[in-house]
């Protein structure tokens, strides 16, 4: 599941970088994702698709943010 790989990327980078800052960042994305998936779906906010439309935006939002996270590991170990 996508949360659970966020949540691991998450654990991985505060590991890798001796600092638990990522979590802070990863709280103020969460409230971002929230905003943006409705922002996508709001036209459909009475109707019965409103549910799929954001959750698939959500989804979408997240698999960018844990390719971005599994970017920032990559980063790091070259460093």
Do not use: H
Not at 17 to 45: H, I, N
């Amino acid at each position: 599941m996508n949360a659970d790989n966020l949540a691991l990327a998450c654990q991985r980078i505060a590991r890798q970088d001796g600092s638990t800052t990522v979590f802070d960042v990863q709280k103020a994305w969460t409230a971002f994702q929230e905003a943006e998936a409705r922002r996508r779906s709001e036209r459909f906010l009475r109707g019965s698709m409103y549910p799929m439309v954001y959750c698939a935006a959500a989804e979408r939002l997240t698999r960018t943010r844990i390719k971005e996270l599994q970017r920032w590991i990559e980063e790091d170990k070259m460093d």
